[in-house]
């Protein structure tokens, strides 16, 4: 009777062992003492970043170079989307794109997920096309997570203050500018980036 409990259980317990090592992981499961921080200063407030240099070594080099060497600063919030995400790192108040010759190879199937307040690099089609542009979730976006063999959008950090001001530049109004939508009618200015 014994060996026939342990030879029910055991398989379960297994299942659910593997299960939990194959479950992606949140940006939360991803915290610690070590990681490095940036404080995005905008015309909306502070948004301080916590980043998974961990998980995403490649991205949170190209972000933090950037930081270092004031790429952000003076960039808008281009689209802003209700209920799914905030974007910026691209363009200035004109819709001037700023060039940049950062490039990142894709790091979506590092575990961690496109949940809300996680900070994921934008790209174009090509997986590996990321560079200076990123988003922050303001829902659960599974959609843009890897799946088995399809890259995603790599998530290399998490929104550890200044959720408001997520909030808040997520609710503002918006128009088609440039033959781009989601734009901010009034400017939302990452006016500095920097490490804390």
Not at 37 to 49: A, E, N, Y
Not at 67 to 89: C, M, N
Request: glycine share 8%; charged share 20%.
């Amino acid at each position: 009777m014994k060996n026939s409990i342990v030879s029910f259980v055991l398989p379960i317990l297994l299942s659910a062992v593997v299960c939990a090592a194959l479950a992606p992981l949140s940006a939360a499961g991803a915290e610690g003492a070590d990681n490095p921080m940036v404080r995005l200063t905008t015309t909306k407030g502070g948004i301080d970043i916590e980043l998974y240099a961990e998980q995403a070594p490649r991205s949170v080099k190209n972000f933090l170079s950037l930081v270092d060497e004031g790429f952000y600063s003076g960039l808008i919030f281009h689209r802003v989307v209700a209920g799914f995400v905030i974007q910026a790192g691209g363009f200035d108040e004109s819709l001037n794109r700023r060039q940049s010759n950062a490039s990142v190879p894709n790091e979506s199937f590092n575990r961690l997920s496109n949940r809300k307040w996680s900070v994921a690099m934008a790209r174009l089609a090509d997986p590996d096309s990321a560079g200076t542009q990123f988003y922050i979730n303001t829902k659960h976006n599974p959609s843009l997570d890897a799946k088995s063999t399809k890259p995603g959008y790599t998530v290399f950090g998490q929104v550890v203050a200044g959720k408001d001001v997520v909030v808040a530049i997520e609710l503002v109004d918006t128009h088609v500018e440039s033959g781009m939508s989601g734009v901010p009618v009034e400017d939302v200015i990452i006016t500095e980036a920097n490490r804390l």
